[in-house]
Each structure stands twice: as structure tokens, then as C-alpha cells.
């Protein structure tokens, strides 16, 4: 999978200021610091067209990028770095609500969550809410280089059993290493179906 133009078309926070486009859409969500920025980056064999940061919370707005003209990728704004579980009336809810609700051209969202932690509320509550909202999502758990082999399996059955999802159900990744890259784009490819990319 080779991405030959990656664009980064504008940034919104409600939707009269998204972008006007017929292509299909992937979201990135999850909770600040995953490494929603990182992946996308290493999707698309970039170090930096999206901006990655150590401190968590940094991106608040919603980002949209262009690829090949064929497909959208959006980088969603980080939830809860707070012990508050997430409500739809903070500020990320009703932005990403919004977003996942309404825009049109949505096919996929990747979900992502770090091996190392075992999901919190706020993350079972986004997973519950992507299935109320009927939205088709993949989970990626991310920063696999961080966990030893010995204990990824381990990880991904706590994980998943805490979000009660198949393992089967879930990609490996690692934006450090590439590890999980083909399949993610496989996996994304079957949801959005660019025959070119196959
Ligand atoms: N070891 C490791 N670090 C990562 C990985 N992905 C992201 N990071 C680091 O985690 C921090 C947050 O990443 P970022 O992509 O900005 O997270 P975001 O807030 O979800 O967009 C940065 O310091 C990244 O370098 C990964 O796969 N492995
Ligand atoms: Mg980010």
C-alpha cells in the first residue's frame, strides 16, 4: 500500500466548517496520547504530517486529510485524561457526536487503545457508543513495541475481554516499528473498497 500524496485539507470543530467532499471517510479515535497522530503517519510513510505531541490533549480540533484524492483520513480530538467518565456533553461529545453522527462520507473508525493499559469506563463507553451509533469500527491496539513479546497475548485477551470484542477482531500495531501497517490497510481497504488499492 503506497499513498503517493497526502494532504492536509483544514481543520473543524463543528460541521458547517467540514470539508465539501464525495470521498469515502476513516476516522482515528481514542484517548489523548494513544497515538492516533503517530499512526496515521506511519500509515501513510510520513514523519510529520500530523502533528504528534507528549502532552496529552494538545489536538482539539478535528483534522481532515486527503489521499490521492480517492480517500479522507480524520484525525478526531483526544477524550479523557480525566478520572470523569465521558459524557456527550463535554466538549470532545458533542464535537466527535457530531462528526459520527452526521457526516456523511464516514466508513470506518479505527479505535484505537494502548497494550499497555486495560480499558477504562471512558473507553468502554466510546465502544458502546460506536455500536448505539451504528458506526463500522476496527480496534487497533497500538504501541505493541512497549509490551514484551512474552506478554502481548496476555494484553490483547484483557483488552478485548474488558471491551467485550473478539480478539480476532483487533490489529496489532506499532507506529514505532510499522508492525500491523498491511494489515490495518488490508482491513481498511476491505471497509472502503478503493479497487485500485487493492
Ligand atoms: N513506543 C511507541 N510510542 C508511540 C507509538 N505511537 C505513538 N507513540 C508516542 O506516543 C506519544 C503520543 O502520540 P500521538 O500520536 O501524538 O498521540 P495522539 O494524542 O493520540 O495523537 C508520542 O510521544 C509518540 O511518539 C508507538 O507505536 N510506539
Ligand atoms: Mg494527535
Redesign the pocket.
Known sequence: MKIHSAIFVKSATRKAHYPETALPEVAFV?K????????INSLLNRKNLVK???T?G??QTINFFELDGKLMFT?LP?YGYARVPLSVKKSWGKMVETYLREREGLKLVIF?LDIRRDPGEDTRQVAEWLDYYQVPFLTVI??A??ARKSEIIQRRRVITAGLNISTEATVL????TGMGRRELWEKINDFVKISSYR
Open positions: 481514542g489523548s496520547n494513544v497515538g492516533k497522530s503517530s499512526l504528534t505531541s507528549s496529552p494538545k489536538t484525525d483526544g484505537l497500538t504501541k513495541d512497549k500495531c506499532s507506529a514505532r
